[in-house]
């Protein structure tokens, strides 16, 4: 006999299933095993769980919204974007759990080119998402956004992403396990799966993943498709992929902050 057992703890939800043995299995709420692929209706902002409000009058109240201020606090770090304050809880545990240049950069971007880059109703899809900022900063723009990582650092994103974004969005968004490279055809057929935007931030550096990389962005990146990709660059195998990107796909330089050495990249699929 099979127990199905529903606690919260620590503001998570959880489910948990039991055979009678000792073991558990135990499923996060919000983690999907293999994410929606169809956009659902705008959440009903009336109907919304008002969790949140302070944060943002006191948001609302601060001078240069659009700039984000940053507080260091036991592993959590509080910016302000989109008029919204987001609070990232982070840990060094793994480097998909630590917020990069990459992802500061493109969230400043995206909140000044609001025109140029429109994630109103848009379905946006984030590789190696991480903390969770670049997504929470696309719902807030009104996206409907597919947060993705490796398995073990899905907890924290969801974690992030659940606390800065219920009943401030007008889309939930989800979150799902995606490792480049591997069964991305099988989870993510391109029948059903289709995005406007691919968002990478600081996915690049000395890793032996690259070529899955590239080969997951192209994967994803159909007709009607953009990538924005920001990276810091690090090493001279940062610039080695920069260039196979520009082999591989329309590029375009959109910004260079060179204080930062940050670049961020516009792409579409090559006819």
Same mark, same amino acid.
């Given at each position: 006999?099979?127990? $199905?057992?529903?606690?919260?703890t620590?503001?998570?939800?959880?489910?948990?299933?039991?055979?009678?043995?000792?073991?558990?299995?135990?499923?996060?709420?919000?983690?999907?095993?293999?994410?929606?692929?169809?956009?659902p209706p705008?959440n009903?902002?009336?109907?919304?769980?008002?969790?949140?409000?302070d944060?943002?009058?006191?948001?609302?109240?601060?001078?240069?919204?659009?700039?984000?201020?940053?507080?260091?606090?036991?592993?959590?770090e509080?910016?302000?974007?989109?008029?919204?304050?987001?609070?990232?809880?982070?840990?060094?545990?793994?480097?998909?759990?630590?917020?990069?240049?990459?992802? $500061?950069?493109?969230?400043?971007?995206?909140?000044?080119?609001?025109?140029?880059?429109?994630?109103?109703?848009?379905?946006?899809l984030?590789?190696?998402?991480?903390?969770?900022?670049?997504?929470?900063?696309?719902?807030?723009?009104?996206?409907?956004?597919t947060?993705?990582?490796?398995?073990?650092?899905?907890?924290?994103?969801n974690?992030?992403?659940?606390?800065?974004?219920?009943?401030?969005?007008?889309y939930?968004?989800?979150?799902?396990?995606?490792?480049?490279?591997?069964?991305?055809?099988?989870n993510?057929?391109?029948?059903?799966?289709?995005?406007?935007?691919?968002?990478?931030t600081?996915?690049?550096?000395?890793h032996?993943?690259?070529?899955?990389?590239?080969?997951?962005?192209?994967?994803?990146?159909?007709?009607?498709?953009?990538?924005?990709?920001?990276?810091?660059?690090?090493?001279q195998?940062?610039?080695?992929?920069?260039?196979?990107?520009?082999?591989?796909?329309?590029?375009?330089?959109?910004e260079e902050?060179?204080?930062?050495?940050?670049?961020?990249?516009?792409?579409?699929?090559?006819k």
């Amino acid at each position: 006999m099979i127990a $199905v057992l529903s606690v919260k703890t620590f503001g998570l939800d959880f489910v948990m299933e039991t055979d009678g043995g000792t073991g558990l299995n135990v499923q996060k709420k919000g983690i999907a095993k293999q994410p929606v692929p169809e956009k659902p209706p705008p959440n009903n902002q009336e109907e919304e769980d008002l969790e949140g409000t302070d944060m943002q009058k006191e948001a609302l109240n601060r001078r240069n919204a659009w700039e984000p201020s940053v507080f260091y606090s036991l592993g959590n770090e509080t910016f302000s974007f989109t008029g919204q304050e987001i609070s990232i809880r982070e840990s060094l545990d793994s480097f998909g759990a630590v917020i990069w240049p990459g992802a $500061v950069a493109l969230c400043r971007y995206l909140e000044k080119n609001r025109e140029q880059v429109d994630l109103l109703d848009k379905a946006v899809l984030e590789l190696g998402a991480g903390t969770g900022l670049v997504s929470i900063v696309a719902s807030f723009l009104g996206a409907w956004v597919t947060a993705t990582d490796l398995p073990d650092v899905l907890s924290n994103l969801n974690f992030n992403l659940s606390r800065n974004t219920r009943g401030r969005c007008r889309y939930t968004p989800q979150v799902a396990a995606l490792t480049w490279g591997q069964d991305v055809k099988l989870n993510f057929p391109s029948s059903v799966y289709h995005y406007n935007y691919v968002l990478c931030t600081d996915v690049v550096y000395h890793h032996n993943f690259l070529e899955d990389l590239l080969i997951t962005m192209q994967y994803f990146c159909k007709p009607g498709t953009t990538v924005l990709l920001a990276n810091k660059v690090r090493f001279q195998s940062d610039l080695r992929f920069i260039e196979n990107f520009k082999n591989v796909f329309n590029v375009t330089l959109l910004e260079e902050i060179p204080l930062e050495d940050v670049r961020i990249y516009q792409a579409t699929a090559r006819k």
